[in-house]
């Protein structure tokens, strides 16, 4: 009996033990949003390492500018950041080429790139003057050594020389093809009941010259907000056609955002004196950092649109007293203060812009002070202009937040708004961009 009990108690207990590895494992695979694996590889703007910080990807064209080139039209796009580490680290890079839903297409890497598949980034340079210490690093393409020759979807992997597999960072991009024509029309929501705070973006893919036999099994467009991918929408089909024009026209809900709100500001370009939004600024010695104050700010939820200038969520790296913000701007402790009571139930507030990826980020989550009755956070930025607002997130829901519960939302607000043409033509196994466009909402 004494075997044979413990025969059973080891089987009971590998079994135990694989229930548990099976239900660890679906967890991983699940929780999307915590990446248990480190270094899980996501398609998609994302720092890997916290010593990274300020990763800009644009069109050199405009430093603000979106990071999207023409395919074949000389365009470069620029992609740099800092490392602040005191040690010198050698990083290399990569692309990879996705499909419309940012999988990882079925094109090899000489299906696309004509050149190196990897390569060096071979410009850096020291901060100078600054109270922290980091190293800057830049890097263009296409360029000698890499070049494309597909449109769609990419995503540049960076990583140190012989770590591949333990990227610092990715960040998305895409090179257009002009195939087709788009035209929009920005308005203020045909429903009645969303009239007063949301906007609807009708438009039209016109595709003369340009054959496209099936457009609604074969034709994929996203709509964009501020290009922001957290609120994109996907997924729509023609309304109506009418020989090689295509009407996305809707009476529904199907093409319609948030407005929002006109974007907060600060701006630390200076830190020797107060400019917009700044309180006081303070040297602590407890990190050796400037300290800047901002002052409160309020709850607009409730409050009537106001139109003032803002940059529709984007920063920009500058310092004036220099002549070279990128190594000559310094890095500053910000502090944020909203009165707000009584506190939110079933969520937390963060502070949200293109800063932080348009992402929910744990280190920009603010925190409830019961004593003053306010909400505040304190944050690490470089030297520059900075438009910020506050989101919402229920618990539960990593991905999908609500401005409106502090900002509101306003038809009038001007937000700018892109869509991208995917096609994949009958023979293809990949997505191409066959058409792009960007409007700004004037009201």
Not at 204 to 224: C, E, Q, S, T
Request: with cysteine; proline share 2%; net charge negative.
């Amino acid at each position: 009996m004494s075997n044979r009990f413990a025969q059973f108690t080891t089987i009971s207990t590998v079994l135990l033990g694989l229930i548990f590895v099976i239900c660890s494992s679906n967890q991983i695979i699940d929780d999307d949003d915590d990446y248990i694996i480190e270094n899980y590889i996501r398609y998609d703007d994302h720092i890997y390492d916290d010593s990274i910080k300020t990763v800009l990807l644009f069109n050199t064209r405009n430093e603000m500018s979106y990071p999207i080139i023409s395919l074949n039209g000389g365009e470069t796009i620029k992609l740099s950041f800092d490392d602040l580490r005191r040690e010198n680290s050698v990083y290399n890079y990569t692309i990879i080429h996705c499909d419309a839903n940012w999988e990882v297409s079925a094109l090899d890497q000489n299906e696309y790139i004509d050149g190196f598949y990897e390569d060096e980034i071979f410009d850096f340079k020291y901060s100078n003057n600054t109270d922290l210490y980091y190293t800057h690093y830049n890097m263009s393409f296409p360029n000698e050594n890499m070049k494309l020759t597909k449109s769609g979807n990419y995503v540049i992997m960076v990583y140190k020389v012989n770590e591949k597999e333990n990227p610092i960072l990715t960040k998305r991009f895409m090179v257009f093809e002009s195939n087709v024509g788009i035209t929009m029309n920005i308005k203020r929501a045909t429903d009645v009941n969303e009239s007063y705070f949301r906007q609807e973006i009708d438009f039209k893919i016109n595709h003369d010259g340009y054959d496209i036999k099936d457009p609604f099994g074969r034709l994929n467009v996203v709509l964009m907000q501020n290009y922001r991918w957290d609120n994109a929408i996907t997924g729509l089909k023609p309304k109506f056609i009418n020989d090689t024009e295509l009407n996305y026209d809707y009476n529904n809900s199907e093409n319609v955002f948030d407005a929002n709100n006109e974007f907060r500001e600060f701006d630390i370009k200076s830190i020797r004196y107060n400019t917009i939004r700044v309180k006081k600024i303070k040297f602590e010695a407890h990190d050796k950092l400037n300290h800047v104050y901002l002052l409160p700010d309020e709850r607009r939820s409730f409050k009537q649109y106001y139109s003032q200038a803002d940059i529709n969520g984007n920063f920009l790296i500058k310092r004036n007293e220099g002549t070279d913000s990128e190594s000559e701007a310094d890095y500053v402790k910000v502090h944020f203060t909203l009165p707000y009571t009584p506190p939110l139930n079933d969520g937390n507030l963060y502070l949200f812009g293109k800063f932080c990826d348009w992402k929910f980020k744990e280190e920009l989550k603010l925190d409830y002070d019961t004593l003053n009755l306010r909400y505040h956070k304190e944050i690490l930025v470089k030297q520059g202009y900075y438009n910020y607002l506050y989101c919402f997130v229920k618990d539960g829901s990593k991905n999908t937040g609500d401005i409106s519960v502090v900002e509101g939302s306003h038809y009038e607000t001007k937000n700018e708004y892109s869509i991208l043409v995917y096609h994949r033509e009958l023979n293809d196994n990949f997505d191409k961009l066959v058409g792009y466009a960007t409007v700004a909402d004037e009201n």
